[in-house]
């Protein structure tokens, strides 16, 4: 069953086809110049000295907590609240999640637990900004600093957002994009790691390309194939490496995408507002959380059901608005409650209370770049209806 209105839905222009086209047309179809452009699009937005792009967000996630050293015996300081890969990255390289609440307004970890998480055995902290939100990132820098260990930003879901007067992706020593087509940008599938740390990049470079020598400091296409060959350097590998690469035709989509990144981003700015606008005197729903003094990315729009619903109430609204044809989801589900990580590590129910109580009574609306003003009353006025309905039910 195709959605009438969408959960979400890519922007793609004439711009982005273009890009693509011509890549198809050369004989360069990875490792390239594009690739070489988006990298530096993605970078210098954000205000970092390096871009490395790779296949997808969690496949940048796993080589940041690799290029860090991050591995068996080690802790990790994590949000439960999250897509699973922020914690699936962590297990990849057999260290340990440790979980800590979150703080209900922003939905990103409350800073105080991360402190009270702190042992001679956490090697790093991996922070995501929740739905585009920044708020925190700033306490979890210094906390890091403090403790001399280093902050690993998941910012899949948070391009183009700044808060306390950095961009989303440079608050850590390294940050990590994700460009999956629910995303502020898409490549299709791809991701971008961001970082000052020359060493860090280099060892990204070489471990997302099969372990190859990266000259970071000559022309890097020396050491790729030529379109037609093998180069010197092709068959020589310094270290176990993966194939994490991003192809030129994303790399493509990527620079198309990246040079209308504001508009992207005004356009779903003023989505975010119109949904506000219509919902905001529906007193059994909470708002998404918009601090002043964050600039935050609209990723999604996503409302909670107030504390008297239960998840099945909740349940029960997202399958009406399904049958009316409208798009929603869950997000997110707790990641300690999923079975392979609740069996590891021995979590239950109850163990985070805040991510749970929250997590249970989220729904993710319909939200994308072009979502119209129609659209969004339609969605809104089918949730009043479901709430509405289950009100009856209750009395
Ligand atoms: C989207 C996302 C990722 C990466 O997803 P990929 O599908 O691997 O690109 C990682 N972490 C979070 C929090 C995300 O939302």
Known sequence: MIDEIPLSKPDITDAEINEVTRVLRSDRLSIGPVLESFERAVADRVGTTHGVGVSSGTAGLHLALLGLGVGPGDEVITTPFSFIASTNCILYVGAKPIFVDIDPKSLNMDPSFVEAAITPKTKAIL??????????????????????IPLIEDSCEGLGGEGSGRNIGAFGRVGV?????????????????VTDDDRLADLCRSMRNHGRPVNSNSDRSKHDPPPGGCGAAWLSHERLGYNYRMHELSAAMGVAQMSRLDEILHKRRKVAEHYTRRLMGEHRLTLPNVNDTERMSWFVYVVRLTSEFSSEERDRIMSGMRRHDIGVADYFPCIHLQPHIREAFGHDRGDFPIAESVSNRTIALPFHTNLGEREIDLVSQTLELMLAREGLRGT
């Open 127 to 148: 922070a995501v900004e929740a739905f585009g939100d920044p708020t925190h990132m700033e306490a979890y820098r210094s906390i890091a600093a403090r403790h001399e």
């Open 177 to 193: 994009f994700g460009f999956y087509p629910n995303k502020q940008i898409t490549t299709g599938e791809g991701g971008m790691i």
